[in-house]
């Protein structure tokens, strides 16, 4: 598998994952709320709202949801490519935190017209698609696209950037 496909592969692990973790989450907030409903009712001295089995179910649900996460974080240890530890490396020469915050900005206003005017994305139906996917997600278009597009988007944001480096 070359390593492109297994970026992918890890990034979709890892959204499978998040998903899972979201999911388990929410089944052990429902189960908490239902138990925490009951025990007011039965202290008013009333009938229970919901079900023991209802409950039981969101447990279940919970459980099921923590082993696929579990699963999945195996997976996806498998799949990373082993790497000693060592510190983060530098961004950019120069370039920090209020650098890398005003490059994602600039990232997120980028239009339509300036993708297409860099040549990022094409003007037609294959660039409206292209479009979409940037605008739900400009900095995760930005990693996954390859790397003569990520350039054309980079210089664009560095273009824009300039004229803020220099006031």
């Known amino acids: 598998m070359d390593s492109r496909a297994q970026i992918i ?8 994952r998040d ?6 989450k929410y089944y ?12 007011a009712m039965a202290a008013a001295g009333l009938r229970p709202l919901h079900s023991e ?8 649900q919970q459980a099921m949801a923590q ?22 490396p530098a961004l950019a020469p120069g370039m920090g935190l209020a650098e890398f915050h005003a490059r994602l900005r600039l990232l997120h206003n980028l239009d339509f017209r300036d993708l297409v005017q860099a040549g990022v994305i094409d003007d037609d139906e294959g660039g409206e698609a292209d479009w979409k996917s940037f605008r739900q997600d400009p900095a995760r278009f930005f990693i996954r696209v390859d790397d ?11 273009q824009r950037a300039a004229p803020r480096r220099a006031a």
């Open 148 to 158: 003569e597009t990520a350039g054309k988007l980079w210089a664009l944001c560095e």
């Open 67 to 88: 082993r696929h996460v579990a699963a999945l974080e195996a997976a996806i240890a498998a799949l990373s490519p082993a790497e000693p530890a060592k510190a983060a």
């Open 9 to 16: 592969d890890l990034e979709a692990l890892r959204e499978c």
């Open 28 to 39: 052990g907030d429902r189960a908490a709320k239902c138990q925490g409903e009951n025990a």
């Open 53 to 60: 089995s209802g409950v039981q179910w969101d447990r279940d």
């Open 19 to 24: 998903g899972a973790s979201r999911m388990a």
